[in-house]
């Protein structure tokens, strides 16, 4: 964000120096609202097309060009490029947007390079790239490059049909601006991704274990305080590495998934889940009464989990041992809840497939009572 005010001051600057109406106090100011909104989009976390389609599309106008294109590689290294948005073009759909080398992507390939506002005018403007995109007659071009990271990643493009067309300082520092926002966004976009690969399961999309214990040390905080409860329930698939030793792992992840899904839809609001690792799962319950409301939620998921699952062509079943762990009044650790749960699945798991069994420490001589079968 502070490189993108250092370029707005900087281009804030190049435009009193000059003597057109292209800089008056008016240009000056759509700038500004155009930038504010870009930022406001990119700090919301918006979409992130959308907000890319909205710098393209800001560029253009503001610079007074008919065509305003969005060139970004699908990797740093890559020597490609695909048209990440458009504004003046025919009309292309997504999935049809072209993919082209660094070669044939005239001034993106030449920014993309060497990391530098690039301008053409004239028939040097012109590219097999604007004439597949149209509109016929480009008699300028410029491009400044794009960033993810640090890295070079692309290109934002204008173009135009005038052929007195000129690219000013001042155009140029109003492009770099713009680009620099597509780097904003880009790099926000990427760093959501990798805390989100970070803290969740990449196979269930479930939380992680880490994140997990820190939505249940948060959850203790808020109960403790209010005198209330939560349960922790811990879930081991029976059979699960038969059926992984004998179709496969691929078969494996299948039912991983889908068991994942159906835990959670049996979930209510409130509750969390998350992948232990394996065929381990974790449920917080964040409110409980009793030990009544954590027996009821472990035998919907054992009832979701005991249905046929579609599974390598093939309709497999397999069970689940759940242990339940609930919190006291004297007070939690996230950790501990969770392996009370556990020593509580091993005991169902001891006593039968398909059964539950409820930890309780105060209970002299061991801290488990009977399972309860389905």
């Known amino acids: 964000m502070a490189r993108v005010l250092e370029l707005t001051l900087t ?10 109406i292209r800089q008056s106090l008016e240009q000056r100011q759509r700038l500004l609202e155009h930038l504010f909104t870009i930022q406001r989009a990119i700090s919301r976390r918006e979409d992130l097309q959308q907000i890319l389609d909205t710098i393209t599309i800001g560029a253009r106008d503001l610079l007074g060009d008919e065509i305003g294109l969005l060139w970004v590689r699908d990797e740093p290294t890559s020597s490609q490029v695909r048209l990440a948005a458009a504004a003046g073009t025919r009309p292309v759909e997504p999935a049809d947007r072209p993919v082209v080398d660094l070669a ?41 490059p794009v960033h993810d990271s640090g890295a070079v990643t692309g290109a934002l493009v204008v173009a135009s049909c005038d052929a007195d067309r000129i690219y000013s300082p001042a155009d140029e520092q109003t492009l770099r601006a713009f680009a620099e926002n597509v780097s904003l966004a880009l790099t926000d976009a990427a760093t959501v991704v990798r805390m989100r690969l970070a ?15 820190e939505q249940l040390a948060q959850q203790l905080a808020v109960v403790e ?18 059926i992984n030793d004998s179709l496969g792992h691929a078969a494996g992840d299948q039912l991983l998934t889908v068991t994942a899904d159906r835990v959670t839809a049996q979930l209510r609001s409130g509750d969390a889940a998350s992948r232990f690792g394996g065929d ?17 939620v472990a035998s919907r998921i054992g009832d979701a989990l005991g249905k046929p699952m579609r599974v390598a062509q093939r309709r497999l079943r397999v069970g689940v041992s759940i242990g339940i762990a609930l919190s006291t009044a004297a007070g939690n650790d996230p950790a501990e809840l969770v392996a009370r749960a556990d020593l509580a699945m091993y ?3 001891r006593r039968g497939t398909g059964g539950y069994a409820i930890y309780d420490a105060s209970l002299p001589g061991h801290g488990t009572v009977p399972a309860a079968h389905h």
């Open 11 to 20: 281009m804030l600057r190049t435009l009193a120096a000059e003597h057109s």
């Open 104 to 144: 044939d992507a005239s001034v993106a390939g030449e920014a993309i390079v060497t990391d530098q506002v690039v301008v053409r005018h004239g028939q040097a403007a012109q590219s097999r790239m604007l004439k597949l995109l149209g509109p016929d007659g480009v008699h300028a071009s410029m491009a400044a």
């Open 199 to 213: 803290h969740h399961d990449s196979l269930t999309g479930l939380p992680s274990r880490r994140l997990f214990l």
């Open 225 to 242: 305080a209010d005198g209330s409860a939560l349960a922790v329930l811990f879930l081991d698939l029976d059979r699960f590495k038969d």
């Open 280 to 296: 381990e799962f974790a449920v917080m319950l964040s409110r409980v009464d009793g030990p009544g409301d954590a027996t009821a």
């Open 347 to 349: 005991e169902a798991k």
